[in-house]
């Protein structure tokens, strides 16, 4: 194998000659991408104009990684600090609404992670980076840690990961497709990427067994509950959500000794905060928490109790 590669690399070195360029010696150097471990530690001998290419295990190419067995985990892992010191950038502190938080969060932590995303959207690493995304999540939603994570995208209006991932594949392939690329003839299927996006992300949150499905039942729609006041998104989210702190929450956390509510109610759950209430009842219950109407916004707003 050493020899054919030198014998391509004396032939690229006359097209090199022919055209009056020339390789950069610092960055020119060998990889060997394969599964087999017994041969992990050797080290290819390329020659070119009789100098031997430095071999490199570890190649970093347009900022990315890539790994021998292309498995990604040392990129991902690289890419967890690169977003563990960014997440601390975005603080409600600022006194900034939902709407601009968002606009942070996008800019700052899922541009980077879905930079080259079609390279290692596949790696069974990809978890590593799952809990800064849902921390940036919980910071623009305020929604409590026991949230279910695949709520908090949807909540914030920020499209889950790993839909983003596979658009981004699609997109690469549809460039691919293009007459005059390299792939157009191979690939002669050509579909709708964004169609194919939106139906995959519908389909799957239609199939979550989630009490949010209630009050959004489609994702590609802005939250209107977004532009509200903080306390109002908070309150909403942790409405919606049924994750707060409702005195039958507390009790289970072990943070209150009973979870019995104000108005003598042996239990207070989110559905009796909404619908039975004597003291903290919303205007319009479930029906008001979905279409934000006045009345429920100024419930939110005045006399929603805190959770
Ligand atoms: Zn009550």
Same mark, same amino acid.
């Given at each position: 194998m050493e020899g054919v590669l030198s014998k391509d690399m004396a032939m690229f070195g006359e097209y090199l000659q022919t055209w009056k360029l020339k390789l950069s010696t610092t960055k020119a150097m060998s990889a060997a991408f394969h599964l087999n471990n017994k041969e992990a530690k050797r080290e290819l001998k390329v020659n070119f104009n009789n100098e031997t290419l430095p071999f490199c295990s570890n190649r970093i190419y347009l900022g990315v990684m890539l790994d021998r067995s292309l498995t990604h985990r040392r990129y991902l892992e690289s890419l967890r600090k690169k977003l563990t010191s960014r997440?601390? =950038? =975005?603080?409600p502190g600022w006194g900034v609404g939902a709407t601009t938080l968002r606009i942070a969060t996008l800019a700052l932590v899922h541009s980077t992670a879905e930079?080259? &995303?079609?390279?290692?959207?596949?790696? &069974?690493?990809?978890? *590593?980076?799952d809990p800064d995304i849902n921390d940036t999540s919980r910071i623009v939603t305020v929604c409590l840690r026991p949230t279910p994570t695949d709520n908090l995208p949807i909540l914030a209006y920020i499209h889950l990961v790993d839909l983003c991932h596979n658009e981004a594949t699609l997109s690469l392939g549809r460039r691919a497709m293009?007459?005059?690329? =390299? *792939?157009h003839s191979a690939l002669t299927h050509p579909s709708s990427a964004h169609a194919r996006h939106g139906s995959q992300m519908e389909c799957g949150w239609a199939n979550k067994p989630t009490r949010l499905r209630i009050f959004i039942?489609?994702?590609g729609t802005h939250h209107p509950g977004m532009t509200f006041p903080r306390r109002a998104w908070v309150w909403l989210n942790r409405l919606r959500t049924s994750v707060g702190r409702f005195h039958s929450c507390l009790y289970k956390w072990g943070m209150a000794s009973s979870a019995a509510?104000?108005?003598? &109610?042996e239990e207070q759950t989110v559905d009796h905060v909404v619908l039975?209430? =004597?003291?903290?009842?919303?205007?319009?219950?479930l029906q008001g928490l979905t279409v934000l109407d006045d009345e429920t916004t100024e419930w939110l707003l005045n006399t929603c109790p805190e959770i």
């Amino acid at each position: 194998m050493e020899g054919v590669l030198s014998k391509d690399m004396a032939m690229f070195g006359e097209y090199l000659q022919t055209w009056k360029l020339k390789l950069s010696t610092t960055k020119a150097m060998s990889a060997a991408f394969h599964l087999n471990n017994k041969e992990a530690k050797r080290e290819l001998k390329v020659n070119f104009n009789n100098e031997t290419l430095p071999f490199c295990s570890n190649r970093i190419y347009l900022g990315v990684m890539l790994d021998r067995s292309l498995t990604h985990r040392r990129y991902l892992e690289s890419l967890r600090k690169k977003l563990t010191s960014r997440v601390p =950038l =975005l603080r409600p502190g600022w006194g900034v609404g939902a709407t601009t938080l968002r606009i942070a969060t996008l800019a700052l932590v899922h541009s980077t992670a879905e930079y080259c &995303a079609p390279v290692w959207c596949r790696s &069974a690493h990809t978890c *590593l980076i799952d809990p800064d995304i849902n921390d940036t999540s919980r910071i623009v939603t305020v929604c409590l840690r026991p949230t279910p994570t695949d709520n908090l995208p949807i909540l914030a209006y920020i499209h889950l990961v790993d839909l983003c991932h596979n658009e981004a594949t699609l997109s690469l392939g549809r460039r691919a497709m293009e007459p005059g690329q =390299l *792939l157009h003839s191979a690939l002669t299927h050509p579909s709708s990427a964004h169609a194919r996006h939106g139906s995959q992300m519908e389909c799957g949150w239609a199939n979550k067994p989630t009490r949010l499905r209630i009050f959004i039942p489609n994702t590609g729609t802005h939250h209107p509950g977004m532009t509200f006041p903080r306390r109002a998104w908070v309150w909403l989210n942790r409405l919606r959500t049924s994750v707060g702190r409702f005195h039958s929450c507390l009790y289970k956390w072990g943070m209150a000794s009973s979870a019995a509510c104000e108005c003598g &109610a042996e239990e207070q759950t989110v559905d009796h905060v909404v619908l039975v209430c =004597l003291i903290h009842r919303s205007p319009l219950g479930l029906q008001g928490l979905t279409v934000l109407d006045d009345e429920t916004t100024e419930w939110l707003l005045n006399t929603c109790p805190e959770i």
